[in-house]
């Protein structure tokens, strides 16, 4: 057993468990089998990523753990709540007072500062950062007044990572957040990742399918055609600096 699996079997029960998860989407006439029955522990605390091609479910199952999307027949539960059961009213409330989500795209309003971005979630959080705190956690402290289109792809990626933060969700589920990035900011975007998991103890989940992301992880969750394939532990994680691709 590795150090990082006996610290997942070790510590308290899943902050997630997911059980038999199917999701079927009809496309026209056709039936299309996101998942095809996904069980899956995540615990407080842990970064983990996702790793499979494009179509083999990963942002499925994503978007059920953050409460966009339910599933089509099996459970998941979120600490001692059933997400399942939930209606629409609730599923808002735990999205809103939980769940942080980083996107491939940044959608910041071009209209806002990065300060006045980050403020439209701190507003609506029971206990949030104040803007400022969080922009400064992402390395941001310089540029909270500045709009994205006076910001790199990598900078607004880092402002929308400030937005998802600054609630302190208990997790944070970014989808393919280096995509639209070149390695370098890839990396730096990655650094701020692991910080926010590391420093607020945030339950971090990220979906790539650049394989060379995995060294960070504590676990790695292998997908394939709707399934979990394996799941594999890192003895000796890597830091965002150390990656190269």
């Not at 610290?7 to 998942?35: D, S």
């Not at 099996?74 to 001692?80: E, I, L, N, P, T």
């Not at 709540?81 to 808002?92: K, P, Q, V, Y």
């Not at 922009?135 to 540029?143: A, C």
Request: proline share 4%.
């Amino acid at each position: 057993m590795t150090h990082s699996e006996s610290h997942a079997v070790n510590t308290a029960p899943p902050i997630f468990e997911a059980r038999g998860l199917t999701k079927v989407y009809q496309m026209g006439e056709v039936q299309v089998q996101a998942l095809r029955g996904v069980d899956l522990d995540l615990y407080a605390g842990e970064f983990v990523v996702l790793l499979g091609p494009s179509g083999s479910g990963k942002s499925t199952l994503l978007n059920i753990l953050g409460g966009l999307d339910t599933p089509t027949s099996g459970s998941v539960r979120y600490a001692d709540h059933d997400l399942s059961l939930d209606d629409d009213a609730s599923m808002t409330q735990y999205r809103r007072s939980h769940v942080g989500f980083v996107f491939q795209f940044y959608n910041l309003i071009p209209s806002l500062t990065a300060r006045e971005n980050v403020a439209l979630v701190t507003e609506i959080a029971e206990n949030p950062m104040t803007p400022e705190e969080a922009l400064v956690l992402v390395g941001l402290g310089q540029r909270m007044d500045h709009f994205p289109t006076q910001m790199s792809g990598g900078e607004q990626q880092r402002v929308a990572i400030a937005r998802a933060v600054a609630k302190r969700p208990q997790v944070l589920l970014c989808d393919e957040p280096t995509g639209a990035l070149d390695a370098h900011t890839g990396v730096m975007v990655l650094d701020v990742i692991a910080r926010v998991n590391q420093e607020l103890g945030t339950t971090t989940v990220v979906i790539t399918h650049n394989a060379v992301i995995a060294a960070m992880a504590d676990r790695v969750v292998y997908f394939g055609d709707g399934l979990v394939a394996r799941i594999e532990c890192n003895e000796h994680k890597k830091n965002a600096s150390e990656l190269q691709w």
